[in-house]
């Protein structure tokens, strides 16, 4: 099994900058994709950002130049900076994995969330 969880939110002005991580632990061979979402207030989720385990990153268009996705799969961790926030950027933010056991299954993993709020 697979657990992961996500830390780093809180509340920030506008302009202001936030990092969020998320640790992975459990019987893990190797990562695949990792990810963040969000789910702001009355919205859908939607994708933040992805990065590969080949290091392929996409950004969704609303946080491109603002935020940056970064992973270390020796520690089993990985980031999301967030800079030049604005109060739309306000969410739960979810990291997701997908990684593969070391009993060779793959799991679709997800945070509890944590909330990031942009104050104006």
């Known amino acids: 099994q697979v657990q992961v969880v996500e830390s780093g939110g809180g509340l920030v002005q506008v302009g202001g900058s936030l990092r969020l991580s998320c640790a992975a632990s459990?019987?893990?061979?190797?990562?695949?994709?990792m990810a963040w979402y969000r789910q702001g207030p009355g919205k859908q989720c939607e994708l933040v950002a992805s990065?590969?385990?080949?290091?392929?990153?996409n950004y969704a268009d609303y946080v491109k130049g603002r935020f940056t996705i970064s992973r270390d799969n020796a520690k089993n961790t990985m980031n999301l900076q967030m800079n030049s926030l604005k109060p739309e950027d306000t969410a739960v933010y979810y990291c997701?994995?997908?990684?593969?056991?070391?009993?060779?299954?793959?799991?679709?993993?997800w945070g509890q969330g944590t909330q990031v709020t942009v104050s104006s």
């Open positions: 997701n994995w997908v990684v593969i056991s070391t009993t060779l299954n793959q799991y679709d993993a």
């Open positions: 459990g019987s893990i061979l190797s990562i695949k994709d």
């Open positions: 990065i590969t385990s080949g290091d392929s990153t």
